[in-house]
């Protein structure tokens, strides 16, 4: 039995060749890769945020943690992408303006793009407008709004707003998502969607475009 509480503590911890190694051997031990990511890394993340919240770790520490979970997500990503057929849909992916967090919206990304999702990841800080060029220039079928800041929530509404000023909002659905979102904030800003996390994004995602 693969033990992912040294994976969580190696991450916790920030060490990255010991998580990338890590992740490797419970592969190879036969873990699934949904198992690795959800009680090793998530899992590790989460004592990451609660510690960050208590004051007890700070931006440095936070980051470094931050890169042991790229290191492992490498690893994990062609494994979870494996699944994939043919693309079902184009997914343009981005955390909205003013928000720099990256890590849950590339795990949305990734589970997307293991469940058969064409993935255009326009990054961080993602303006409105650049969403709106995704659906016009690259024929994005969903757009995925990720914001893990209560000060950038109101970018989400801004970049529906300027979907339907630039008249694009018709020709594509909208969904959000991100730790301070919820139901009631999707309700409220017109987007189509919301989920809670990411093996819930593909779903809701599937369910928006009739898959
Ligand atoms: Co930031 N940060 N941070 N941070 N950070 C939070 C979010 C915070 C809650 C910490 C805290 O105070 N407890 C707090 C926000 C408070 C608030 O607004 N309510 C906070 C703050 C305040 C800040 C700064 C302002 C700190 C400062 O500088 N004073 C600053 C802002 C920078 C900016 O963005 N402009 C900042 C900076 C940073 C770092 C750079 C140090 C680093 C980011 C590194 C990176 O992403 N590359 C960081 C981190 C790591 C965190 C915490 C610790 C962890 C976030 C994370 O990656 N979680 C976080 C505390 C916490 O969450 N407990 C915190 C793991 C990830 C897997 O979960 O992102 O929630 P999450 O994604 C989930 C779901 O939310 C969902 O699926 C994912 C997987 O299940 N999901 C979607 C996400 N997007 C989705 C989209 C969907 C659907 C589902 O559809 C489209």
Redesign the pocket.
């Known amino acids: 039995m693969f033990n992912y509480e040294e994976l969580s503590t190696a991450l916790i911890n920030g060490k990255a060749p010991v998580v990338r190694e890590l992740t490797e051997k419970a592969l190879a031990e036969g873990e699934t890769p949904q198992d690795v990511l959800t009680k090793g ?2 899992a590790g ?2 004592v ?6 208590n004051n007890e ?1 700070y ?2 520490e ?2 470094i ?3 042991a ?2 290191n492992g997500m490498e690893i994990l990503k062609p494994q979870l992408a494996a699944t994939g057929v043919e693309p079902v849909a184009k997914v343009a ?1 981005g ?1 909205v303006r ?11 990304a990734m ?1 997307m793009e293991g469940a058969g999702f064409e993935i255009i990841d326009l990054g ?2 993602v303006k409105p407008e650049q969403f709106v060029a995704a659906v016009n220039d690259k024929q994005a079928n969903l ?11 109101p970018a989400m509404k801004e970049t529906i707003q300027s979907l339907s000023d630039s008249g694009t909002r018709g020709k594509v659905k909208v ?7 919820t139901q009631n904030y999707s309700d409220e800003i017109g987007a189509d ?9 593909v779903d ?2 599937k369910t928006l475009l009739g898959l």
């Open positions: 890394l998530v993340m989460n990451v945020g609660q510690r960050f919240k770790f931006v440095p936070v980051l943690a931050a890169r979970m790229k992916i955390t003013g928000d720099l967090h990256d890590i849950g919206k590339n795990l949305v589970m961080v800080d757009i995925c709004l990720s914001a893990l800041l209560t000060t950038t929530m969904m959000i998502g991100g730790a301070p979102v969607g919301y989920a809670p996390d990411a093996a819930s994004a809701s995602a």
